[in-house]
């Protein structure tokens, strides 16, 4: 019966026009957000279980105070996990929790650096982007249990579910977020960080450093499925002014955060 309501389900959702990014743009929506919650929790434990956490004080202070600035801006409880791993690499998942590599940390040169990146993946997670890919992939899959499987990361169903999530390379496969939604995650990104009173210049910065470290080399897992440095940098130069007219407002409220 579920097979057959889905397609119609989708159809109407489609012409509907499921629901609305913050940036304004339409989704394919039609996963129940705790579903898509209890995947990042469930790919959350997992990692926490398979992958070594880092216990230096000064990167996990660091990473914390920045997180915490970012995430009351956007409320709610989030978990914070420093990951001993040299890749520069970080993510945040549905659920509420975000993860950075020791590597991401050896990379940026300064707090507002790396408050771009943790505002970039937190800005997936507040667009859905997660629930969108899952929905599309449940589209076409015709109602895959996903959820289930993501117990099982190293099954083929476990690989798409983490894969989804955008955390799959861990176990050999990452369906990448599409430009559109790397581009949106940006922009949101931005302003999350001049909210929380970090410099949005810093933005264009994190992305010529990274560009640097990855000059003759394959891109880095984090930069692998994202749109090209030039034009990266400039869509942020674009949406600049409006980021640094939050960012003095943040300011002149006293939002200073001094984590790194």
Not at 48 to 59: C, E, F, T
Not at 61 to 76: D, E, Y
Request: charged share 15%; glycine share 8%; hydrophobic share 40%.
């Amino acid at each position: 019966m579920f097979n057959k309501l889905l397609p119609i389900a989708i159809m109407s959702c489609a012409l509907a026009a499921c629901t609305t990014s913050p940036t304004g743009r339409s989704q394919l929506i039609f996963m129940p957000d705790n579903q898509v919650n209890q995947m990042g929790l469930q790919a959350f434990d997992t990692l926490k279980r398979d992958k070594k956490i880092s216990y230096n004080s000064q990167y996990n202070q660091a990473t914390t105070c920045i997180a915490n600035a970012i995430t009351q801006v956007v409320g709610g409880n989030w978990e914070v996990v420093v990951f001993e791993d040299s890749t520069p690499n970080a993510f945040a998942l549905p659920g509420n929790k975000i993860g950075v590599y020791t590597g991401m940390l050896q990379l940026v040169s300064n707090q507002d650096q790396l408050a771009a990146v943790i505002g970039h993946e937190i800005g997936h997670v507040l667009a859905k982007h997660s629930n969108e890919r899952a929905s599309q992939e449940m589209a076409m899959s015709q109602g895959m249990n996903i959820l289930q499987a993501i117990a099982m990361p190293t099954s083929p169903l476990g690989q798409l579910g983490f894969g989804l999530l955008g955390v799959g390379a861990e176990y050999g496969v990452l369906k990448p977020y599409g430009r559109t939604q790397e581009s949106e995650a940006d922009m949101i990104g931005v302003d999350l960080m001049a909210k929380a009173g970090f410099d949005p210049r810093n933005s264009v910065g994190l992305w010529q450093r990274m560009e640097q470290a990855t000059q003759g080399k394959q891109p880095v897992e984090f930069m692998s499925t994202h749109p090209s440095h030039a034009t990266r940098i400039q869509d942020l130069e674009q949406h600049m002014p409006q980021a640094m007219a939050l960012y003095q407002q943040a300011q002149s409220t006293g939002k200073q955060p001094h984590c790194l």
